[in-house]
Structure formats: C-alpha cells, structure tokens
C-alpha cells in the first residue's frame, strides 16, 4: 500500500470511529490532495506568483549628460516567492540599466530619450519610466514641490485618499518624488494615494529625487478614527438534556446520551463580513501582524481590494483557519479585549499565520482572556439552533431557524452559484443570520490535523445546511465558500 493510501486509510478510520464521515467523498479529497500554503512558516509552502513590478518614485525622469538616476520598484504581491524581474533601456546610447527587484540604477549617456521597462521574470504586469537626457549645462533644478492638501482626516477602512504632488518650476529636468510616512502602523503612501490604517497622527512627505535639486518637505497630519464594530447577539447558555438530537454529519443528527453545559457567550449577528476584516487586516498589518491570505468579499471579489459596495457586505472568504486565529487577536487588540490565542511556550500573542499556529496555542488558557476567538462547535450549533433549549418548535428545525431550507439557507438549489451579502434570509429564534448556508465557518475543534467546518454553503446542498450537519478541512486551506464568525464573552 502507497503511502497516500496509508494517510487516506488512516483519516477515514479515524472519521468513522468518530462517526463523524462525510457522506461526500470531495471533502476527504480535500484532507488529501489539497496543498496549504504556509506562507514561509515551517511545515511546508507554495509558490506565489509575481502579479506586477511598478516603479514608485517617478515615471517621467530626466537629468543631465554623465549624472545617474535611481529608480525604485516594489513587486506586488508582497508574498511572492520568485521576486527576479527583468530590466531593459530601449536604447541604450541614451540611457542603460542594470537592476534588481527593488530599483535600478540608469546611466544618461547622451541627449534624448529612452523608455526604461521592467518587467517580472516568470509573467505579470510590466512599468515604464521615460527618460529624458539632456545637456549638463540645460539642466534644470526643482525648486519646490507642493501637495494638494496640507491636511487630511481619513477613518481607518475608509477609502484611500490621493496627493497630487506638484514639482516645480514645470519645466524642471526630473520631476521624480518620493514619499513617505513618518507612522507606517498609522497611514501608509503609496506613490501618493494614503491609506488609513490604525487611530493617530502621521506626516507625509513628498521630496524631490532629484539629487541636484533644492527640495521641499510637505506634512500632511492624519488623524485616523475607528469605525462602530458589527453587532454581535448574547447568548444566555444553558444545559442541552439527555433526549435532544445534537450533532453527527447527517441531518437527522444524534441524540445527546448526557446533559451538556453551554456557558454564556456573544455571537456575531452574521458571518464576518468583507469590510469588517478588511478593516482589521489592515489595522493589523501596521501592528505587527502578518496574514498569509488577504481574504476578498464573497466568491467572486478580488483578494485583498479595498472594500466597496455592494461587496463589501459580502462574507470575507479565502481566509485559512490559522489567517482567522490571528485576526481574532487583532480584533481583540483594536477593540480593547484581552488577545485569546497565545504561544504556550511564552504567552506571547499569536500574530503570524503563515506559522503552523495550531502547534503553538495554548487550549488550556483560551477561557482566561475575554476577547474573540473562535467558536466550538457545541457553542455554534447551540446558537444555529437558537439558544436555549425548550420544548418550543425552534429546537425541532433542521436549519438555523426554519424546516424550510429557502427561507433560512442560501445553498446549491438556490443560491445562483455566488455569495449574497449577509443578513439577506430570515434571522433564527436567536437573531443569528445565515448559519444556515452562504458560507461554511469555521470552528476552533480539531480532528486529528484537520478543523470543524459547520453550516453549508452556497456551493452544497441542502442536507448540509442543517444544524447538525460537520465537515472537516486543514488549517491552511482557503476557499471561496468558506468564511467564519466570532464569539466572545
């Protein structure tokens, strides 16, 4: 017997034992012939593909017979794994280069013009800059730069702004600028379109590159605000008795043998949508955070695009169980709660997940911390069914809400094959929407090496979307049915 075939043996035995076996053999495939991206942690990695190059100081440059000019790029995306890019003058009397992926240096030769080109080595999209090469003695110095505003006030997840930097006089040999943040964690700048990224102030400044110009300095104070956080529901917990169907992958579930103890908690209203971790994400990466997936609204948004409508009310999707830990700490951090998930071996906050974050958290201290986190799955599907339990109708539904899928449930029979924006179905008993279909969410138990999924998808069929109903995917795969919502206390 392969190998492979020993690992598949071993997981459905152990699935079966559980009796907890999909009744659709794709999931098991999934456990087995899906790679995880690791993102540069141990345990493994993929290739990320070079999407562009793009020259960030200037892409009208010029200067005098015998000076030299610097050209800066940065390769997008930032994870790319093959970083070689490819570098050419088009004529090299006037102007040559030799570079590498974060700039080049460009030797003016002789008076007139060249367009200088990079592009990635393994495909993607390609940037130009335009030389101009001019007499030593026609050069013309920059004297100021000017920028269309001298202040903003921007909102953390709200749309970037851009500064028109200004060089003058006009005719000025090298218009080329540079900019910068002095509080990176608070705005970033890119090629003067400023991004709010965390509450403060920070100056950004626009500098002539031009090296035999004066320059001039201009500061821009951004003060940043947070935005209201989505609403989440309280759930008073309780005792599920012996007698009540809990569980099992099918949707007829199974029935609890002995008293199960629920202990309160709040829940989000919906999954987490786009916007909302977007604005996390963010906030995130300029505190110290790392994410090896940028996530994107619903099935069909682009990964890591600014949120707009109407996808930004889309569930975040393309985000792995480890991306989720992490950004379940951040939330906790820029809300003011105490971080749930710490490295058992110094407590400190787990804030990577291209790590094998799994291998690191401490299980036994996550209820001593009041953040958000992750719910277990007798914590979501007590929730899906409505809270506590009586021998009212709502703990009889199949589904999060209702025996009747299509008022609940957005699934394969209904869904058109696509996301819909949350909160579009019927609300169960609880509150809670779409618990039922839209997007599977992940839960913090684990089966072996792999993690609980709950609540059916656009993409599956109504069995699925029952409240009782479990699948199981690795830690590390995205997928774009796949999303997740937070508890806390």
């Not at 390609?126 to 101009?132: G, K, L, N, P, W």
């Not at 401490?362 to 069914?385: C, F, N, Q, S, V």
Request: hydrophobic share 35%; proline share 3%.
């Amino acid at each position: 017997m392969t190998i492979r075939k020993k690992v598949r043996t071993l997981i459905l035995g152990i699935m079966l034992v559980a009796g907890m076996v999909s009744c659709e053999n794709w999931m098991i495939e999934q456990l087995l012939d899906r790679k995880e991206y690791a993102g540069g942690g141990s345990g493994g990695g993929s290739n990320v593909a070079v999407e562009r190059v793009e020259i960030t100081n200037g892409t009208a440059r010029g200067g005098g017979e015998g000076s030299v000019l610097v050209i800066k790029t940065e390769v997008y995306p930032a994870a790319a794994t093959n970083r070689e890019v490819e570098w050419s003058s088009s004529d090299s009397n006037i102007a040559d280069v030799v570079g590498t992926a974060s700039g080049a240096t460009v030797h003016l030769l002789k008076a007139g013009s060249a367009e200088i080109r990079v592009k990635p080595a393994n495909g993607g999209n390609e940037s130009v800059c335009r030389i101009d090469v001019v007499s030593a003695s026609s050069v013309v110095d920059v004297t100021s730069v000017e920028l269309s505003a001298s202040t903003l006030s921007l909102q953390v997840g709200g749309h970037p702004v851009t500064l028109i930097a200004t060089v003058l006089p006009a005719n000025a040999t090298d218009k080329g600028i540079e900019w910068s943040s002095s509080e990176e964690g608070v705005v970033k700048v890119d090629k003067g379109m400023v991004t709010a990224r965390a509450a403060g102030t920070a100056t950004i400044t626009a500098i002539s590159v031009n090296g035999k110009s004066a320059s001039c300095e201009v500061e821009v104070a951004v003060p940043v605000n947070l935005p209201a956080i989505d609403t989440y529901r309280y759930i008073p917990g309780g005792t599920i008795v012996s007698g009540y169907k809990w569980g099992g992958t099918s949707g007829d579930g199974t029935i609890a043998t002995s008293d199960i103890s629920v202990a309160p908690f709040h829940i989000g209203k919906t999954a987490v949508r786009y916007e909302l971790w977007y604005i996390v994400r963010e906030w995130g990466e300029g505190h110290g955070y790392t994410f090896a997936n940028k996530g994107k609204a619903g099935k069909s948004g682009t990964e890591g695009a600014f949120p707009i409508a109407p996808g930004k009310d889309e569930p975040v999707t393309m985000v792995s169980w480890r991306d989720v830990v992490v950004w379940c700490n951040a939330y906790s951090e820029i809300t003011g709660k105490e971080e749930v998930y710490r490295d058992k071996n110094d407590n400190s906050v787990l804030k990577d997940s291209r790590q094998l974050v799994e291998t690191l958290i401490d299980e036994t201290k996550i209820g001593y911390h009041d953040g958000y986190r992750l719910p277990m799955g007798t914590e979501w599907e007590y929730a899906a069914r409505g809270g506590v339990p009586s021998s009212s109708d709502p703990w009889a539904y199949q589904c999060a809400g209702s025996n009747t899928v299509d008022d609940v449930s957005w699934y394969s029979g209904n869904s058109g094959s696509d996301t819909h924006p949350v909160g579009q179905k019927a609300a169960n008993s609880a509150g809670l929407y779409d618990m039922s279909g839209n997007v599977w969410e992940w839960c913090f138990e684990s089966l072996s090496t792999v993690r609980v999924v709950r609540g059916g998808s656009w993409y599956t069929g109504a069995t699925f979307s029952s409240v009782a109903y479990h699948a199981y995917y690795g830690p590390g795969i995205v997928r774009n049915d796949l999303g997740f919502r937070p508890v806390c206390r």
